[in-house]
């Protein structure tokens, strides 16, 4: 995005308080993400937070419970999900409910679809590469969360990494270098 002229800039601050205004509108509602965050700050004062996962959790369920009959409906359909979890980061900056929700996701597809992905093969492959990158992502953010939160997650990491290296991603989770277990 290049950098506003600095004559339009002071063209733009010296402007009437009603029509800056007009402006200000028109061009935050063309931005889907940056309404909802002005939503979630301004209007609800960070409040939601917890409807807000919530939601993304009855999604998670919802989603991971559709029975997708290939692998690769099944990453397809936990992409959907992790979007969903990246937008709710970007509009509250939520930390540690993307960790939740990235968890919850990882969890909740394998309890209800690990048959798609107990063998590796051609077509698990991208599903395998997928969970296996995500993981590797969920366990990068939770250590950087206070610590005091890891002793939360630690039973629903270790289970995930448990289901991945007894699985299709297991291959993928030692390129990676995931450990077998989580510690404290």
Do not use: C
Not at 5 to 12: C, Q, S
Not at 131 to 142: E, F
Request: hydrophobic share 40%.
């Amino acid at each position: 995005m290049p950098a506003l002229d600095p004559e339009l800039k002071k063209a733009i601050v010296h402007m009437p308080g009603v029509e800056k205004d007009k402006l200000l509108l028109r061009l935050v509602a063309k931005d889907a993400i940056l309404t909802e965050k002005l939503q979630f700050e301004l209007v609800e004062r960070g409040q939601t937070i917890d409807d807000r996962r919530t939601m993304i959790r009855d999604f998670i369920l919802r989603t991971a419970t559709l029975n997708a009959d290939t692998p690769g409906w099944l990453m397809m359909d936990m992409r959907t999900v992790s979007g969903y979890i990246s937008r709710h980061l970007k509009v509250t900056k939520d930390k540690y409910g993307e960790v939740e929700l990235m968890l919850s996701m990882l969890n909740t597809f394998y309890d209800h679809n690990a048959h798609l992905l107990h063998k590796y093969n051609s077509r698990s492959d991208k599903a395998a590469e997928y969970i296996a990158k995500r993981t590797d992502q969920v366990l990068k953010k939770a250590a950087k969360l206070d610590p005091d939160y890891h002793i939360e997650f630690a039973s629903e990491i270790n289970k995930l990494l448990l289901w991945i290296h007894g699985n299709a991603p297991a291959h993928y989770a030692r390129q990676l270098g995931l450990p077998k277990e989580w510690m404290v």
